[in-house]
């Protein structure tokens, strides 16, 4: 049976952890994050998570060959094995392409553009919270984000640095300079979707749900 790996792309601030966590639900497929990842593997110490402690202790980039094992490591898990939901890779057409080779034979059967202007990724990235601790999310207004305390685990809620005004702007930058092109990609291959990700949760969830089984009905 052919596995379904789900790639989810957007800008900063499209909602696609809070996606991601739905559709994994739905599905019964693991949500697959970047940062998990690394975390995950700093947090094992194996080879490989060794590996990236020394580049992130040095303050430098993790390459993508790196990222690249890291995510190979991570699908050859049990639960990957009826596939995936990937938040934050590929991030570029070097990744994707690599992810190809990852998947082969089954490739990847749905890309989903949760497309929103840069007005409001900019203003939903301004106004989050994060707990430093757990990782819940929150939003200014929410009682968590004004007290200061998570509701999960008693953790402190703060605004990350890379959540502020001039650091949102560096980010946006360099996902149209380098994932957006990732569009194009898949449009080529036949997998895109683009969905409205700046319409209401339940909506968005929906056309997402739609999109999927379109393809996998293929």
Do not use: F, W
Not at 3 to 10: A, Q, T
Not at 79 to 103: K, M, N
Not at 129 to 153: F, H, K, L, Q
């Amino acid at each position: 049976m052919e596995r379904l790996i789900l790639v989810v792309l957007g800008k900063q601030g499209a909602g696609k952890g809070t996606q991601c966590e739905r559709l994994s639900a739905a599905y019964g497929l693991p949500h697959v994050s970047t940062g998990d990842i690394l975390r995950a593997a700093v947090r094992a110490a194996s080879p490989l998570g060794l590996e990236v402690a020394a580049v992130l202790e040095a303050g430098a980039l993790v390459s993508d060959e790196l990222v690249n094992r890291l995510v190979a490591e991570r699908l050859g898990e049990p639960d990957a094995a009826p596939g995936v939901l990937l938040d934050g890779y590929p991030r570029t057409r070097g990744q994707a392409e690599a992810l190809e080779e990852i998947v082969a034979p089954d490739g990847v059967r749905a890309c989903l553009d949760l497309a929103i202007d840069v007005e409001v990724a900019t203003a939903r990235l301004a106004a989050r919270r994060v707990c430093s601790n757990c990782g819940a999310i929150y939003r200014v207004g929410d009682p968590e984000a004004e007290s200061g305390i998570c509701s999960v685990c008693g953790g402190a809620v703060v605004q990350r640095a890379d959540d502020r005004p001039e650091a949102i702007a560096e980010r946006l930058a360099l996902y149209e300079r380098d994932t957006a092109p990732l569009l194009d990609y898949y449009r080529e291959r036949g997998v895109l979707a683009h969905v409205d990700g700046a319409a209401g949760l339940d909506e968005v969830t929906a056309a997402l749900r739609a999109a999927i089984d379109a393809r996998v009905a293929r």
